[in-house]
């Protein structure tokens, strides 16, 4: 697979209660929750090609479309900060950059 399509395979949280000195980090393997979401993928298939044929949609256009935005998510941040607290998310792809 071209590295363009794959979704993001790892994010990284950093969570700063206020008064702490120092944050806590964490690795979250984004890639084993895509490998547990696969099977029911699958059990899914079915169900989505009768709807495909009963609703007249291109099942396969469907598929790449949302494979297309999980992709996007890829090199995402997200920053919150209020007076209690700063979380910031990023969301990694392949080259963890």
């Known amino acids: 697979m071209k590295p363009e399509i794959l979704p993001p395979l790892s ?3 950093h969570v700063k209660p206020a008064g ?3 944050g806590l980090r964490l ?6 929750l895509w490998l547990i979401l696969l099977p029911l ?3 899914a298939l079915p169900l989505l090609f009768v709807g495909s044929l009963i609703f007249r949609f291109n099942l396969w256009r469907s598929l790449r479309a949302a494979n297309g935005v999980l992709a996007a998510t890829r090199g995402t941040q997200v920053e919150v900060n209020n007076r209690e607290s700063r979380v910031f998310i990023k969301l990694h792809g392949k080259d963890m950059s």
């Open 41 to 43: 993928l699958l059990l």
């Open 27 to 32: 690795w979250l393997p984004l890639f084993l």
């Open 20 to 22: 702490w000195r120092f």
């Open 11 to 13: 994010a990284s949280l």
